[in-house]
């Protein structure tokens, strides 16, 4: 299993970023997947995630309206479309893969991508 | 909203245990995962709910939960157990994913 990350850079405040995240080594539509930063020198906060069928999507209200979370399972790639971008949203973007399809108690994130870093900067 | 706290730091001798709490409401009715991150690297899930561990990961790592408090005790704590821990629950009320702050875990 891997995921890959790309679409990081610097952005000036109020602009948009799409992120993608690439899984390689199995069945993608199989499994829900998130959207997790951290802020330099922060913890962890979840961003977004996404049930294995694209039907559900879920979001915290600090990203609600200008973060959107897609996939397309035929390219195994996950995305994270990031508009009305604020300094405060820079951060490191890791994906990360949940245990099955959807998002309950139960399902956790057994494997990560290494990140992408979005800094956002006039 | 529902909230979890983990203390900032916790810091160990060479093989003494370490116990990192992860506190909330009622959270012994949840399933907690537990997340070590070396310094830069990604995070890597240690425990998963509540207690079970994935392959790979040392019975000297164990985690329990019962009513406001989840713990992760690492016993005979070595230089490599230094790392930031995490807890992270599923808030089913917000359906919502909730990460604790993380705990710095310092070898002495």
């Known amino acids: 299993v891997q995921l890959l990350e790309s679409g990081g850079g610097l952005v000036q405040p109020g602009g948009s970023l799409r992120l993608s995240c690439e899984g390689f080594g199995f069945t993608f539509s199989y499994y829900a997947m998130t959207w997790v930063r951290q802020a330099p020198g922060k913890g962890l906060e979840w961003v977004s995630a996404i049930s294995g069928d694209t039907t559900t999507t879920y979001s915290p209200d600090s990203v609600k309206g200008r973060f959107t979370i897609s996939r397309d399972n035929s390219k195994s790639t996950l995305f994270l479309q990031m508009n009305s971008l604020r300094a405060d949203d820079t951060a490191i973007y890791y994906c990360?893969?949940?245990?099955?399809?959807?998002?309950?108690?139960?399902?956790?994130?057994?494997?990560w991508g290494q990140g992408t870093l979005v800094t956002v900067s006039s | 909203s529902y909230v979890l706290t983990q203390p900032p730091s916790v810091s160990v001798a060479p093989g003494e245990t370490a116990t990192i709490t992860c506190a909330g409401d009622n959270i012994g009715g949840k399933s907690v995962h537990w997340y070590r991150q070396r310094p830069g690297q990604a995070p890597v899930v240690v425990v998963h709910a509540d207690s079970d561990r994935p392959s790979g990961i040392p019975e000297r790592l164990a985690g329990s939960n019962s009513g406001h408090t989840a713990t992760l005790t690492i016993s005979r704590v070595e230089a490599g157990d230094e790392a930031d821990y995490y807890c992270?629950?599923?808030?089913?009320?917000?359906?919502?994913?909730?990460f604790g702050g993380g705990t710095k875990l310092t070898v002495l």
């Open positions: 992270q629950v599923w808030d089913h009320s917000a359906d919502h994913v909730l």
């Open positions: 990360a893969r949940g245990t099955y399809a959807f998002l309950d108690h139960g399902n956790f994130f057994d494997s």
